[in-house]
């Protein structure tokens, strides 16, 4: 692989990457700031937890199918440790941790919830994992949704963003005055977008480390790695941790991105739509879902316009149903046509049981 | 108790007949098809087509006019609809796939994509309502010790027919050890005469008209959703994995077990007040199965780490 034939791939994702978010201005000639700033939010969120996803897949070739369970523990971690109220009456609790202890804690909870969901892939082959890992994020979505005392069930959490608001610097207020923006949501970008730079440079220093070369050479070849004195099992449960608090950290933001917590957010769909992500960008990559990213929710936030088009009198739920159909054709024909994605390489891509 | 255990018989037969399914395509073709509940939706929308009367237009979306066929002449040919359905997917699809040597983990992923454009298409032009079939309302009665409805004990007695209908196929028919073989090994079936490709298309054929039949038992006992195979679907996984994936005789047994395991553990003490929660317990022993006996309870022991 040549470095010339690499940034060939950048440059084009950069240009596809431009033109999706031009499309936006060209579609909606009126509100395109304010369509981009809830775009850019979501893109950030959700390139986060791709990135976080890349590592267990692209890197260490896990099947995780329990993505959104990662996400989740999280969000009600990290909620659940501040002030918030919850279930049917509002139940206040005024006692709580700081936002960034609480964060920490949360993230800390993910990670071990992903060593705990990674202990089945000690023994387990690909496709078994993944029939593991959606069945445990569904248990752990079932349960969340029965403690009703604890995670107000299915009547959710609410009046939590006040602790990760009132961090948010007066430039954002000033500059969002004049956009029209929420401040909310601008504060909540600007979160996810930093945290995706610190996460890229992390990895992108433990990718070139032995660490991170051990750990596709778990994903290539398992026997050999044992072979030279490595801990296989370990390394594995290791990127689980790594990924899954990655995964945290976005299920944060997308709970303050949203600004109140229900079960419904981490249905199984949200692992395939990160799943769609990181296969759009390139498995394997370390930046390749940032773009990919961004180019999905340029997709799906213009499918809707797409579907009122089509579908006159077709209801909300079905307006919805359009663009997951949507993102059905783009996971099969992705990975029928460019398993590897805008930036991915073939050759890190694991694709067969072995 | 008795009650829960005839809501888990019932429960249990359908998983059966879709874990049945869905192991006899796994045996042979090594697909872990996420894309099998949206068969199942299949034969239950099917059948909501062909024998709903002709003037119920909430359906399809003004779109299309229901067929108002008899309902048992409505299920054959949901069925058969079910069939053809399954062998387009081979032919179309997961042939081509295979031709070109598209790995085992790319194809999984390829079923999910599928699943979730076919579910949402259910959406988008069958129904975003639940639905009933177009029958009378029974009074339940007492059969041995269970309470059901004359229909559900249909159900019940069809569902244990075609299981043991498809047990004798599998052992004693030409076709069903040309399918052992082929699950076996597809190259050394090649070399003795099987033609592995027909097989793996009556294989999904079949496997798909199974799924329907488990989407009509679904549909009758319960209602018709755009999503109900998806809501199903795991359940169907833990059925399978508890027989022992690729063992038909196995996914009987563990579909039934599963389903009586989910009906049942809403009676327990500690489950009181907590019914949401009954399908969490069904998927933990399935993770529990897979962690300590990945072969299930009459797989052979083979290497699957």
């Known amino acids: ?354 | 108790m008795l009650d829960q255990l005839g809501n888990g018989l019932l429960l249990g037969i359908i998983i059966s007949v879709a874990s049945v399914a869905l192991s006899l395509l796994y045996g042979v073709t090594r697909i872990v098809n996420f894309a099998h509940g949206e068969i199942i939706a299949l034969g239950a929308i099917a059948t909501l087509f062909f024998s709903s009367p002709l003037d119920y237009r909430v359906l399809f979306l003004d779109k299309f006019s229901p067929l108002g066929l008899n309902f048992v002449i409505s299920c054959i040919l949901a069925i058969l609809v079910c069939g053809l359905f399954g062998g387009l997917l081979e032919v179309f699809l997961f042939r081509p796939l295979r031709k070109n040597d598209v790995g085992n983990i790319a194809v999984l992923v390829v079923t999910i994509g599928l699943s979730i454009l076919v579910r949402h298409l259910y959406l988008l032009f069958a129904t975003g309502k639940v639905q009933n079939f177009p029958l009378e309302l029974q009074r339940r009665q007492t059969y041995l010790f269970f309470d059901m409805t004359p229909r559900n004990l249909n159900v019940l007695i069809i569902g244990i027919i075609v299981m043991i209908i498809v047990g004798l196929l599998l052992t004693y028919t030409r076709l069903g050890k040309a399918m052992r073989a082929v699950r076996d090994s597809g190259e050394l079936s090649s070399v003795s005469g099987i033609n592995s490709d027909n097989i793996i298309l009556i294989t999904w054929i079949s496997s798909s008209m199974l799924a329907g039949l488990a989407g009509i038992f679904q549909a009758t006992i319960n209602d018709v959703r755009w999503n109900m195979g998806f809501l199903i679907l795991l359940l169907i996984f833990a059925g399978t994995v508890l027989g022992g994936i690729g063992t038909s005789f196995g996914a009987m047994i563990g579909g039934l077990l599963i389903g009586i395991m989910v009906q049942v553990s809403v009676g327990l003490p500690f489950m009181e007040g907590h019914t949401e929660a009954k399908n969490a317990v069904a998927l933990g022993v399935m993770i529990l199965i897979l962690l300590f006996r990945p072969q299930g309870i009459f797989g052979k022991k083979e290497r699957i780490s």
């Not at chain 1, 307006?319 to 050759?347: C, D, H, N, Q, Y």
């Open chain 1, 1 to 354: 692989m040549t470095s010339a034939k690499i940034s060939f791939r950048l440059i084009f994702s950069l240009f596809v990457t431009a033109f999706s978010i031009y499309l936006v201005f060209l579609l909606n000639p009126d509100g395109a700031p304010r369509i981009l700033l809830n775009l850019f939010t979501f893109a950030g969120i959700y390139g986060l937890s791709a990135i976080g996803l890349n590592v267990h897949f692209g890197w260490t070739g896990l099947l995780n199918f329990g993505h959104a369970s990662f996400m989740g523990v999280g969000a009600y971690v990290t909620l659940l440790l501040m002030p918030h109220a919850a279930g049917r009456e509002g139940e206040v609790t005024t006692t709580g941790l700081p936002f960034f202890a609480a964060l920490i804690l949360g993230i800390g909870a993910a990670a071990l919830f992903g060593l705990l969901l990674g202990l089945p892939a000690i023994r387990l082959r690909g496709d078994y994992l993944a029939i593991v890992t959606i069945a445990a994020a569904e248990i752990f979505r079932l349960l969340v949704r029965d403690l009703e005392s604890i995670t107000g069930g299915v009547y959710g959490i609410i009046n939590y963003t006040e602790n990760f608001q009132k961090y948010r610097p007066l430039f954002i207020d000033n500059f969002s005055e004049n956009l029209g923006f929420s401040p909310s949501q601008a504060w909540v970008c600007l979160a996810a977008w930093v945290s995706i730079f610190i996460t890229v440079l992390l990895l992108k220093r433990l990718s070139d480390s032995p660490w991170g070369r051990a750990l596709r050479a778990v994903r290539e070849d398992e026997d050999a790695v044992r072979a030279m004195g490595k801990n296989a099992v370990w390394l594995k449960l290791q990127s689980f941790m790594l990924g899954a608090g990655i995964a945290g950290l976005s299920g944060v933001l997308l709970a303050f991105n949203y600004g109140s917590l229900e079960t419904t957010v981490f249905i199984p769909l949200l692992t395939f739509y990160v799943w769609a992500i990181m296969i759009l960008g390139g498995v394997g990559t370390i930046t390749g879902p940032i773009f990919g990213s961004i180019i999905f929710w340029v997709i799906i936030s213009e499918t809707d316009r797409l579907a009122y088009l089509l579908f006159e009198n077709a209801n909300g739920q079905q307006l919805a149903g359009v663009r997951f159909l949507l993102v059905g054709v783009l996971i099969m024909f992705l990975m029928i046509f460019r398993p590897s994605g805008l930036l991915g390489k073939k050759e890190e891509l694991l694709l067969d049981v072995k």
